[in-house]
Nanobody
Framework: QVQLVESGGGLVQAGGSLRLSCAASGRTLSAHNMAWFRQAPGKEREFVAAVSRFGVSTYYPDSVKGRFTISRDGAKNAVYLQMSSLKPEDTAVYFC?????????????????WGQGTQVTVSS
């Protein structure tokens, strides 16, 4: 079992930055692919970023590419999402997820463990 806890969400103005953290307990994250998803009110949960085991590869959808950066710290057993140039449409609850699969996926079904989420609100 892997327990994931997100933090770092909050209210920020458009153009600003936030750094989300995902702390894990129960197992080391190094053997897991990690991802961030988000869900806005009335919308489906969508893929935001993923990083492979040991941080070899990262993946982003076009909507956040160049603005968001996912990273992981094996020593701290944590994953981060650095978000910059934030837009009002980035407003959502952001979830951290872990997968024991071979490669990171972009669909929710690829992930076995989920955190409870942290709210990010971007004001215009």
């Amino acid at each position: 079992q892997v327990q994931l806890v997100e933090s770092g969400g909050g209210l920020v103005q458009a153009g600003g930055s936030l750094r989300l953290s995902c702390a894990a307990s129960g197992r080391t994250l190094s053997a897991h692919n990690m991802a961030w998803f988000r869900q806005a009110p009335g919308k489906e949960r969508e893929f935001v970023a993923a990083v492979s085991r040991f941080g070899v590869s990262t993946y982003y959808p076009d909507s956040v590419k160049g603005r968001f950066t996912i990273s992981r710290d094996g020593a701290k057993n944590a994953v981060y999402l650095q978000m910059s140039s934030l837009k009002p449409e980035d407003t959502a609850v952001y979830f951290c997820a872990a997968s024991g699969g071979i490669r990171p996926g972009t669909g929710q079904a690829a992930y076995d463990y989920w955190g409870q989420g942290t709210q990010v609100t971007v004001s215009s």
